[in-house]
């Protein structure tokens, strides 16, 4: 007969934190957000770690190189996602592996020829103010000028107008030559009152971008990930279908760690991953499994000793209809306090902490710092991150408001890439897992991160903790009502606007 579990799945609503003693020492700006992302031993006890406990999902619509990039920058990771290609997949982590800070490539560009109507039109649609004019209105061309939201008025000047009657020509542009150091192009920036700096080749052709707003942000975020090299980090998502070609050219690539992007990872499947790739690797490579929602489950992938973080986390995900789809999956709360206890008891047994990932289903910050509290080291989350300006997809306007489009990798249109990918098996999909949505834009990576890194301080502070592992030792929880739950909001009081949180629907 089926096993019945006494407990309930639960939710991270569910709960709140009961405050602890706040030190009078304690700063807000001395906090420590680093997690680990790989497995701690006696014999090794540095290994890779994030400076701030995020990393972004393993999806089409979130882990691209932009937001890697802009990920990076704020000292978390993405896991490029591996419903692509392999070479297409390599060649956004060569791009990251490659990016240097403050560089930027140029994302709308216009040529002298086109009207200021158009101008208009992509500084709608990109969001820039700032616009390089080149030869043939490409990031490459040979660089004519700059034409900025400043140059002409919408309603006073004629649209039909060329931009090259408008913008700044070059000879009157302050650029800087490929091979310039950030500090020189910044310095430039700095003397001339500029906001943006182009950078040119040798012979001419726009090579990049140096922004005012990127040195302010720096300056803000000096949680950067960088390697050895001083090259940002990023992770990629593996699969259990195609690890024994796609690993190796993810680590050629530089890759700085892997996970399986797997619904359910309590599998012989991964665990054959998992062998193959220690064997051809070695235990340097950090790499993630899951997903698991139970003891069962993390004691099946931490006893092989080849794991370094596990991801925790069925059904949970906001696109996700597995547990409709399926009857499979646990509430998020539920599974993490399970596991997390699991990994406790499995550190206190053998001296080896295996950093956990609480993935899918957090939809504001409360819930972050709730998994945080309840002894996840990190999380993993997609629509938090679709929906930044830096995800890959494009905006959509719908009814005066700015969208972007957000679909599960259990969807049909995340799974079509195999059909076009040579070698994959094109399996047929019966039933999705996942939906196609859109979500508010809310702002760019380091806005939105700054908002809840901020609140998870904050909590912090509450609890008299200095880092996450205080946090999770000394937190106290206590499960609320539902009436609690009714009397958490507002009460009897009509409210004129609201606080920015990116949860549009709470
Ligand atoms: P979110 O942060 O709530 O949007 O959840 C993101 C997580 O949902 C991912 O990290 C995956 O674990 C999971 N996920 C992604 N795509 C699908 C899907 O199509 N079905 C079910 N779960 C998914």
Wanted: proline share 3%.
């Amino acid at each position: 007969m089926a096993r019945m579990l006494e407990d309930t799945s639960r939710t991270f609503a569910e709960y709140l934190l009961i405050p602890r003693l706040t030190r009078r020492d304690q700063r807000i700006d001395q906090i420590d957000l680093s997690a680990p992302l790989s497995r701690i031993t006696p014999e090794k006890p540095l290994g890779l770690s994030i400076n701030i406990p995020v990393v972004s999902a393993c999806m089409q619509a979130v882990s691209g190189t932009d937001l890697a990039i802009a990920l990076a920058r704020q000292g978390g990771l993405s896991m490029i996602f591996c419903s692509q290609s392999i070479e297409s997949q390599v060649a956004m982590v060569q791009k990251v592996k490659a990016h240097k800070a403050g560089f930027v490539t140029s994302g709308a560009n216009i040529k002298p020829d086109a009207p200021l109507q158009a101008v208009l039109s992509l500084m709608n649609e990109s969001g820039h103010s700032t616009i390089p004019v080149t030869d043939d209105g490409t990031s490459e061309g040979m660089f004519l000028g700059l034409i900025t939201d400043q140059d002409f008025w919408e309603f006073e000047d004629d649209l039909t107008n060329l931009v090259s009657e408008h913008m700044t020509p070059k000879s009157e542009v302050i650029f800087g030559t490929e091979g310039i150091s950030l500090r020189e192009a910044n310095r430039l920036l700095h003397k001339n009152k500029k906001d943006c700096l182009p950078i040119l080749t040798q012979t001419g052709e726009l090579a990049a971008l140096v922004f005012k707003k990127d040195y302010v942000d720096h300056q803000k975020h000096p949680l950067e990930l960088l390697d050895d090299g001083k090259r940002l980090r990023v992770g990629a998502a593996i699969n259990t279908h195609d690890y024994r070609e796609r690993v190796p050219a993810l680590i050629d690539a530089g890759v700085d760690a892997v996970c399986f992007d797997s619904s359910d990872g309590f599998t012989e499947f991964q665990m054959d991953g998992l062998v193959w790739i220690r064997d051809h690797y070695g235990p340097e490579l950090v790499i993630g499994g899951g997903n698991v929602v139970s003891a069962e489950g993390f004691d099946y992938l931490a006893s092989s000793g080849l794991v370094d973080f596990i991801k925790v986390g069925i059904g949970g995900g906001s696109i996700c209809i597995t547990r409709e789809q399926k009857g499979v999956g646990r509430g998020q709360a539920s599974a993490l306090l399970e596991v997390v206890a699991r990994r406790d008891a499995y550190f206190e047994e053998t001296g080896i902490y295996i950093p956990i990932c609480s993935d899918g289903g957090l939809s504001n910050d409360t819930q972050i710092v709730m998994a945080l509290a309840m002894g996840a080291d990190f999380v993993m989350m997609g629509r938090y991150f679709a929906m930044t300006e830096e995800s890959p997809t494009s905006k959509v306007s719908i009814n005066g408001q700015m969208y972007k489009p957000y679909w599960g990798e259990g969807t049909a249109r995340a799974q079509n890439w195999q059909r076009y990918s040579e070698g994959m098996s094109s399996r047929k999909m019966v039933f999705e897992e996942g939906v196609d949505a859109f979500v508010p834009l809310v702002g760019s990576v380091s806005e939105v991160l700054e908002t809840t890194l901020h609140k998870l301080k904050s909590t912090m502070m509450n609890l008299g903790s200095d880092d996450l592992a205080q946090f999770r030792d000394q937190a106290v929880i206590t499960q609320v009502s539902e009436q609690s739950i009714v009397e958490a909001g507002t009460a009897n009081v009509f409210k004129f606007g609201r606080n920015r949180d990116f949860d549009e629907s709470d």
